[in-house]
């Protein structure tokens, strides 16, 4: 009579080439992680060797060993990703097995584990108590468990292991997905927001962040790399993606095909946005995707089109903003002769000195990221107030009587009240709430001497006070209707002599009088970050620093 254990050891081992002709179709690197929990070392010797050859979908089992129970939370404690444990009730002490199960859920909080509870002594833990009482999966008497009734009992386990771990891994995705879609929304660079989606895809596959954001240009077929992370960083270097790279002909399918690729080790998202604009992300994981993944994904690329769509209006809606301040700005120079220059140096150089402040750790509770958001795009209306000013005021050559000093000063007053009443119609903080700052109190001084409130050190607002700086820095350089441009050198000299008492404007918004006198020379410098201002008529001054301008602000 052939031995029945004989039988099912061959059945074993054909369910095992079974599954290695799968691990050939599906390669995947990960085991199964099995956990032996048993004060008997021999039980442990025959559970490894009835499980020796035994594989699950192209995975074999890794298996650990504990022999009591507080060995075993150690190790569900510590080590992730255990799929089942093989649990003895009677070990430390009579009730050591159940005392652990009650633990993995209460305590480890882990109810995907498969917990098959084996006692030598059923009696002294009866089943239907146990099963209703406890938290496991499957009661096995240990003379039961033959080597064919073990392999059901593992396979089983494994397979309802990988079911909840699939839906419990769609719930942390799906939320993953709600949470970073959320989060994109809010980003308004368009690279910051390629590596925002690429750190999100990561996250939802679980896996590290190595990823490339492409977008196609369609007049020259060729892929813009946005954004690229991990191993593939370099790549964010060049203008295109190298059509020498291993994740190009990937790419060019999905672009070329217009749907998804999942050819491991490529895997290449698809994304095609309202716009018209195509775009392919690339990652690649160290095991195939499973197909619950690749539908997670699939629905990240739908709110990721959205969310790309809605950057580009963003954008749009920017650049419309920026061309309606800067047209506003426009009218209030236009009599100056100098149109779109002088508020466009300003809106650069205010929008470096906020941003290096913020870098440097200034503390001013006023410095904050709405702020160097911003101050350019405000900072171009800080002279608004001059549509109100008379051309004889604001054109004349000569020295300005008092009289027409007082009105020429009162178009710090005019812009505020104007830029307020828009900023009322808009809810919250917008350039609005700024650009009334700034055309109200860029002539303040620190000193307490400016106008026209008379404020005094930090009462100034930090946004009037930086654009202040720059206001006089650039109208100092570049010529105006009333002055000829002058040296870098003087100017410095100029601003670094009235540092904490006041940066001195005698024509508006310029810090020069009308007699073009030079102030002394000499100027300190500090050799940092540099920023090329372009001057009036396409003349441009050299690059300058402007660290010895942030001192003064």
């Not at 025959?46 to 995975?59: I, M, Q």
């Not at 994904?297 to 709110?303: I, N, P, S, T």
Request: with cysteine; proline share 5%.
């Amino acid at each position: 009579m052939a031995d029945p254990n004989a039988v099912e050891d061959d059945w074993l081992l054909e369910e095992d080439d079974d599954d290695k002709q799968t691990a050939l179709a599906a390669p995947d690197q990960r085991q199964w992680r099995v956990l032996i929990v048993d004060d008997d070392q021999d039980v442990h010797a025959v559970t490894r060797l009835a499980l020796r050859n035994v594989s699950f979908k192209g995975r074999e089992l890794e298996l650990f060993s504990a022999y009591s129970g507080r060995e075993a939370f150690d190790i569900l404690r510590d080590t992730p990703d255990i799929a089942l444990v093989l649990l003895d009730v009677v070990m430390e002490t009579d009730d050591a097995g159940l005392l652990l199960a009650r633990r993995i859920r209460e305590e480890l909080h882990n109810s995907i584990v498969r917990v098959v509870l084996r006692t030598g002594q059923p009696g002294q833990a009866p089943e239907q108590r146990v099963i209703i009482e406890y938290d496991i999966n499957d009661y096995k008497a240990k003379t039961e468990l033959t080597t064919q009734k073990l392999f059901t009992t593992v396979i089983s386990a494994l397979r309802a292991y990988e079911s909840l771990n699939m839906l419990e891994r769609s719930r942390i995705g799906l939320g993953k997905i709600l949470a970073g879609a959320t989060n994109l929304y809010q980003i308004h660079s368009l690279r910051e927001f390629a590596s925002g989606v690429l750190n999100q895809v990561s996250a939802i596959l679980d896996v590290g962040a190595d990823g490339v954001l492409c977008l196609m240009q369609v007049d020259t077929g060729d892929a813009t790399v946005v954004a690229a992370t991990g191993n593939y960083a370099p790549l964010a270097e060049n203008e295109s993606m190298p059509h020498e790279h291993t994740l190009w002909p990937a790419i060019a399918k999905a672009f070329a095909e217009k749907k998804s690729q999942f050819e491991h080790p490529a895997n290449v998202l698809y994304i095609h946005t309202q716009e018209n604009r195509d775009v392919a992300i690339s990652v690649t994981p160290p095991w195939p995707l499973a197909q619950i993944q690749r539908d997670l994904l699939e629905v990240f690329c739908e709110r990721i089109a959205a969310a790309f769509d809605n950057l580009y209006m963003f954008g749009q809606l920017r650049k419309a903003q920026e061309a309606t301040v800067v047209a506003l700005a426009d009218l209030a120079e236009f009599r100056d002769g100098c149109t779109g220059g002088h508020v466009r140096r300003v809106q650069r150089l205010s929008s470096a000195i906020a941003a290096r402040m913020k870098e440097r750790g200034i503390d001013d509770p006023q410095l904050t990221t709405q702020l160097v958001d911003m101050i350019g795009l405000a900072s171009i209306l800080h002279d608004v107030g001059k549509v109100a000013t008379p051309d004889h005021i604001l054109l004349k050559p000569g020295p300005h009587t008092e009289e027409e000093r007082a009105l020429m000063q009162t178009h710090a007053a005019v812009g505020r009240s104007v830029l307020e009443r828009a900023a009322h119609m808009v809810d919250g903080v917008s350039y609005l709430h700024y650009g009334a700052e700034i055309a109200g109190a860029h002539h303040e001084h620190y000193d307490g001497q400016g106008y026209p409130n008379g404020l005094k050190g930090k009462d100034i607002p930090l946004s009037a006070r930086i654009v202040a700086v720059v206001d006089v820095f650039d109208s100092l350089l570049h010529e105006r209707p009333y002055k000829e441009p002058w040296p870098y050198p003087d100017v410095m000299s100029y601003i670094t002599a009235r540092r904490g008492t006041r940066v001195r404007s005698g024509r508006g918004g310029c810090a020069a009088g009308s007699d073009r006198a030079r102030p002394e020379t000499g100027h300190g410098r500090n050799q940092q970050t540099q920023l090329r201002v372009s001057g009036c008529g396409g003349r441009a001054a050299p690059a300058r620093p402007i660290s010895p301008i942030l001192t003064a602000a």
